[in-house]
């Protein structure tokens, strides 16, 4: 079985200042692929980032890049120069095991920037 | 390019009632997942079809169901409702192969309250 675990239930951030949303997993798997989503009030699911475990670099995407520690399993979101649309629910979730198209999904975090 | 449609948005039922979401994927995806978040057990994977087979199934009862048609659009059914199956219901379409089959797409999803 996998789990993501997400032990920073809020956290708020200064405009323009850079944060990172902390993300750990556990699976037996060696093949998993990590995912970050961002849910703003409105409900729809965003999808931010991807990082598979036999990717060697870390992957970037414009503002955000995942810090992905693979001996220490984690899989750390940051977002550099904080903007005030991204106040939302960040979610950390996985695919793991051959076969398997199952997202399984942290408790999430609420992000507040800052003006 | 047209992102993932779910309808209806909202969903008023009664207990005993069923009901049938529906889903309609980005063009050209073959992989559709359905999940369902509450405040209390948060995001939890219903089930995936692909090319009209259910690939993976959660763990809800009986009474939660799906199927894919042959153009993807993708419906779930609920019977029996109870009041605990008040919850947003997620749709994700992915291309379900390579290069990219691991990566889901989520639609603005269903809010559906028992009542």
């Known amino acids: 079985a996998q789990k993501i675990t997400q032990t920073q239930p809020g956290m708020f951030v200064q405009e323009k200042e850079a944060v990172t949303l902390d993300c750990t997993y556990d699976t037996s798997d060696q093949s998993y692929g990590l995912f970050w989503y961002k849910q703003p009030s409105s409900g729809e699911m965003i999808f931010l980032i991807y990082?598979?475990?036999?990717?060697?670099q870390n992957a970037t995407e414009g503002r955000y890049s995942l810090n992905f520690q693979k001996a220490r399993k984690s899989a750390n979101l940051v977002i550099s120069a904080s903007q005030l649309g991204d106040s939302a629910m960040y979610f950390c979730a996985m695919i793991a095991g051959a076969g398997s198209y199952q997202l399984t999904f942290g408790k999430g975090t609420k992000l507040s920037v800052i003006p | 390019k047209a992102g993932v449609t779910q309808t209806p948005r909202y969903l008023i039922k009664t207990r005993g009632q069923q009901v049938t979401l529906s889903c309609s994927p980005i063009?050209?995806?073959?992989?559709v997942s359905w999940y369902q978040q509450t405040p209390g057990q948060g995001l939890q994977f219903l089930f995936e079809y692909f090319s009209e087979t259910q690939r993976n199934k959660g763990n809800f009862p009986g009474r939660f169901s799906g199927r894919q048609f042959s153009n993807s659009r993708s419906e779930m059914n609920v019977s029996t409702l109870e009041l605990g199956d008040s919850a947003l219901y997620l749709c994700a379409s992915s291309l379900g192969v390579a290069p990219s089959p691991y990566e889901q797409y989520f639609g603005p999803g269903t809010r559906l309250t028992v009542t």
């Open positions: 063009s050209g995806h073959r992989s």
């Open positions: 990082q598979g475990s036999y990717d060697e």
